[in-house]
């Protein structure tokens, strides 16, 4: 069984698996977190109050909870944590909804799951730039859609 190794920084509960076979881990939103009225489009980052250690050979990739991301339109950005990364880990977050959102009818508040880590195995590749490349398959140059399949 691996380790995944956390110090906090913040008031904010621990990273957890609701089930132990679970993929991700649950990150949520600090206790003094300053909610703030959310604009459609609006994109922000929540210091997530810890620092983690990725093991080498890892990275961490956040993920969305399903029902903040259903139930609430809050999504998480690209976010990938590569092992050497030693800072406070924070998450991206877009708010995909219609409506605007106050302090008073936020769903999200301090305290609340709001997205999940996932380890996964980094594969020590070497970056070659050749002018002879052998192409696998009939896609050729036609990019999105080009095998007919929509």
Same mark, same amino acid.
């Given at each position: ?5 956390? /110090?906090? +920084? ?29 604009? *459609? $489009? ?5 210091? #997530? ?16 909870? #399903? ?18 990364? #030693?800072?406070?880990?924070?998450? $991206?977050?877009?708010? +995909?909804?219609? /409506? ?7 769903? %999200? +508040? *301090?305290?609340? /799951? %709001?997205?999940?880590? +996932?380890? %996964? *195995?980094? *594969? ?8 002879? %490349? ?17």
């Amino acid at each position: 069984m691996h380790e995944f190794k956390f /110090k906090k +920084v913040r008031d904010v509960k621990s990273p957890q698996k609701g089930n132990q076979t679970d993929a991700g881990i649950d990150f949520f939103i600090p206790n003094d977190y300053p909610w703030q009225t959310v604009v *459609p $489009g609006d994109s922000f980052l929540i210091p #997530s109050g810890i620092i983690a250690e990725i093991p080498k050979g890892w990275m961490g990739v956040f993920l969305n909870k #399903s029902g903040v991301a259903s139930k609430h339109n809050f999504i998480v950005g690209a976010q990938v944590i590569d092992s050497g990364y #030693s800072g406070e880990i924070h998450l $991206g977050v877009h708010y +995909v909804g219609r /409506k605007y959102l106050t302090t008073m009818d936020s769903p %999200l +508040v *301090p305290g609340q /799951k %709001l997205c999940q880590l +996932v380890l %996964l *195995p980094v *594969p020590d590749i070497s970056i070659v730039e050749t002018s002879d %490349l052998n192409h696998v398959g009939n896609r050729k140059d036609g990019g999105f859609g080009s095998t007919g399949n929509v």
